[in-house]
């Protein structure tokens, strides 16, 4: 049986294609803050190192007309390649100077997206924000409010959203390929940087002349510069990063998430190896339970990371890899299985004679440029995209709150959350972690 489309699902579908992608002469537009596609975006990007220097690549289509980064030290060749865009180390200030931005792309450690995304749509400018949106789940929510209040295009840059496979997914789902879903098992070889049982460094080396140290820890609580924290090892330190789940569940939650419209989880519990109070664990299982939708049974949802990769379905062929070399996702249905790798990539049902005599759909969902270039689409034409923060925050929230889990598993309790009242109503001690105390002098107000 057809399913038929949500309005979230609709979003981005075929009958939208020209409002969204296709070029418009300007005197149909007309809206304020929105550009004919003639135009060239005036962009300012924070984070030009490591994803940041892929992102201001994808976005070189337009004018890159601020760069800014806490250390000056870094993306050399990003620098090199824009000599005319102005040089910042503190996004503040750079948000305050330059008065013709259109647009800002942030590319930062996990901490300081919230903040520097929110002080952009304060003033009115378009955000682009890497995943995962934010640390927490409170800011996830203040991003999508604001986005809401200040009218602007915003977009999560998780790229498997706007690939091919994520699309056939969805259609496949939708067209009852393999029926009724009620399990759900996704895993990831991250991660692939330093976690679990970390102790904070002793030693206190000098802060290098490049590094503008207390902007890099934003609204973190202060401590002292350390190389085991900049450029890239942040990721598994609690105070700055979000650990595996955060990292690429932004891309292999986001299939199931957008094919089966899960929105909010009923309970959450997890296991893990050992961790530190600095730290995330080094490998870890969270289950999720959402509640069946129109008659349908609920949907078990389990994620592991650290290699833990689930048993090998029934039906899969003898030697047949599970997913790709970074994760991937399987669907338990009633006529069949599904499964598919992190971005969606190569999706296939189970067993392949059943993929073989499967009639594929009609493609309805609207294909992608990709999740830059549909972003600055958007914001010429006056359209959404497709993972903008009303999207982008639910998908965080549903990570975030599996994080959260792990940190209070020692209380042997299945978290049930009410996400209507923002809390957990069985564990208070859980509470504490939806979000943390800025640091004096900063705020997402």
């Excluded at 969805?170 to 940087?193: H, V």
């Excluded at 270039?373 to 709150?401: C, H, P, Q």
Aim: proline share 6%; glycine share 8%; with cysteine.
């Amino acid at each position: 049986m057809k399913k038929n489309l949500s309005r979230r699902e609709f979003i981005g579908t075929a009958s939208m294609a020209t409002a969204a992608f296709t070029i418009v002469p300007r005197h149909v537009l007309g809206g304020q803050g929105y550009k004919a596609p003639s135009d060239t975006l005036n962009i300012a990007c924070v984070g030009i190192h490591g994803k940041g220097e892929s992102d201001i690549e994808a976005l070189s289509t337009e004018n890159i007309v601020a760069l800014c980064d806490v250390d000056m030290e870094t993306g050399i060749e990003t620098r090199k390649k824009h000599p005319k865009a102005n040089q910042y180390q503190d996004f503040r200030v750079m948000l305050e100077k330059e008065k013709n931005i259109d647009a800002v792309s942030v590319s930062t450690p996990d901490h300081t997206h919230a903040v520097i995304a929110m002080a952009a749509m304060q003033r009115g400018k378009h955000v682009f924000v890497q995943k995962p949106l934010t640390k927490t789940v409170y800011e996830a929510r203040k991003l999508a409010e604001a986005a809401k209040k200040y009218k602007i295009v915003s977009q999560m840059g998780n790229q498997g959203h706007a690939g091919e496979g994520a699309r056939l997914v969805n259609e496949w789902i939708w067209d009852g390929a393999i029926g009724d879903i009620s399990e759900i098992k996704a895993w990831t070889n991250r991660p692939i940087w330093p976690q679990g049982e970390l102790e904070r460094p002793k030693e206190i080396p000098s802060v290098p002349s490049t590094l503008d140290w207390n902007i890099w820890l934003g609204p973190a609580k202060h401590r002292p510069y350390h190389p085991d924290y900049h450029p890239f090892s942040w990721r598994g330190w609690r105070d700055f990063g979000t650990g595996a789940l955060g990292d690429m569940g932004a891309h292999i939650i986001d299939q199931p998430f957008w094919a089966l419209d899960l929105g909010n989880p009923k309970t959450i519990q997890a296991s893990s190896t050992k961790f530190s109070e600095e730290s995330f664990p080094l490998a870890s299982i969270v289950t999720w339970t959402f509640e069946g939708k129109a008659g349908k049974p609920d949907i078990k949802f389990t994620w592991s990371d650290g290699n833990l990769t689930p048993p090998r379905p029934e039906g899969i062929e003898p030697g047949r890899k599970l997913g790709d070399d970074g994760g991937g996702v399987l669907y338990f249905g009633t006529k069949g299985h599904l499964m598919h790798g992190v971005y969606g990539d190569q999706p296939r049902l189970i067993p392949e004679t059943f993929m073989q005599s499967y009639k594929r759909p009609e493609k309805t969902i609207l294909r992608s440029p990709g999740i830059h270039e549909e972003w600055v689409a958007a914001i010429k034409n006056g359209t959404k995209s497709t993972t903008d923060f009303e999207y982008s925050a639910r998908l965080t929230e549903l990570m975030l709150l599996g994080n959260i889990a792990i940190l209070t598993q020692e209380h042997n309790t299945v978290l049930e959350w009410d996400a209507n009242q923002f809390k957990f109503t069985n564990l208070d001690e859980a509470n504490q972690f939806l979000q943390y105390d800025y640091s004096p002098g900063w705020s997402l107000d």
